[in-house]
């Protein structure tokens, strides 16, 4: 294990999280966000984050949007539940479509972490055929078999896709 991987599992691991997740679309692509998981692997999902004790979930994905991306948000339909479980890391995480109301697109940074121990290296729109580009375990479970960005918008329900470690 490497010592960003140690410092992930001793941050994030070994509890139950919830997290809230933006889906923003706009010109027909998706905002994505490139973090680094060790040194020669990175994870793409839509931005998003832990959800702070206290506030709700659209306060916390209004902050989440502003810490990553610079932009404000305003969260509007609930899409999906996904849960991911892969010991010790546990999260339950909520999916919602969001609007753009203002701000700049910027590459953001995570307060939880140390200036010099940031994971998030690159953030972009991306259509279907870049996101499909992306090889699967680099990205989201949940956009692994997208075929349309309007697809997103009717998913419903609770995913637990690749969850192997659940029986």
Known sequence: MTNLE?????????????RVNGIL???????????????DS??????????????????????EFIEETGLMIKVKKFICAHEFLE?????????????EIGGSLILGKDPELDEGKQLITEIRYLNL?????????????IFWG????????????????????IK
């Open 87 to 99: 010991p010790p890391l546990h999260a339950i995480e909520l999916f919602f479509e969001v609007e």
């Open 42 to 63: 990175f994870f793409w999902n839509v931005p998003g984050g832990g959800m702070k004790y206290g506030s709700s979930v659209e306060k916390n994905l209004e902050r």
């Open 6 to 18: 140690k410092e992930l599992v001793d941050k994030f691991g070994g509890r139950l999280r919830t």
């Open 146 to 165: 997208i075929k349309s960005l309007n697809d997103v918008r009717k998913w419903n329900g609770y995913f637990n896709f690749e969850n192997n470690s």
């Open 25 to 39: 679309i706009k010109n027909e692509e998706i905002l994505m966000v490139k973090h680094k998981m060790s040194t």
């Open 129 to 141: 055929e870049k996101l499909s580009l992306i090889k699967n375990p680099e990205k989201h479970p």
